[in-house]
Nanobody
Framework: QVKLVESGGGLVQAGGSLRLSCAAS????????MDWYWQAPGKQRELVAP??GGGSTVEGRFTIARDNAKNTVYLQMNSLKPEDTGVYYC????????????????WGQGTQVTVSS
């Protein structure tokens, strides 16, 4: 089973920046898609940025980039606001070739981002 590990979260002041990373590990697999989700306290999880297409999102403050050679996706977050606080999750659609071909979704454990005012 492929696993995702996120890193890069933490506490930052408003206006600051963070770079989140999500790395997939396992054997005999390929990544169909790799996206970032965000869950604010008491709210449902929602899509922040899909890695397909790349580019900036969230009012131009967040930029997603994917390194296929490293099976890693990044989320560069600039000009952070207190309302960006929450847990950021990585989700990947995996095509697994071990023991036959199958596809499934995998979630990372999440990384906490806290933006203080």
């Amino acid at each position: 089973q492929v696993k995702l590990v996120e890193s890069g979260g933490g506490l930052v002041q408003a206006g600051g920046s963070l770079r989140l990373s999500c790395a997939a590990s396992g054997s005999m697999f390929s990544i169909r898609s790799m996206d970032w989700y965000w869950q604010a306290p008491g709210k449902q999880r929602e899509l922040v940025a899909p890695s397909t297409g790349g580019g900036s999102t969230v009012e131009g403050r967040f930029t997603i980039a994917r390194d296929n050679a490293k099976n890693t996706v990044y989320l560069q977050m600039n000009s952070l606001k207190p309302e960006d606080t929450g847990v950021y999750y990585c989700n990947a659609r995996i095509r697994d070739y071990s023991g036959g071909v199958r596809e499934y979704d995998v979630w990372g454990q999440g990384t906490q981002v806290t933006v203080s005012s």
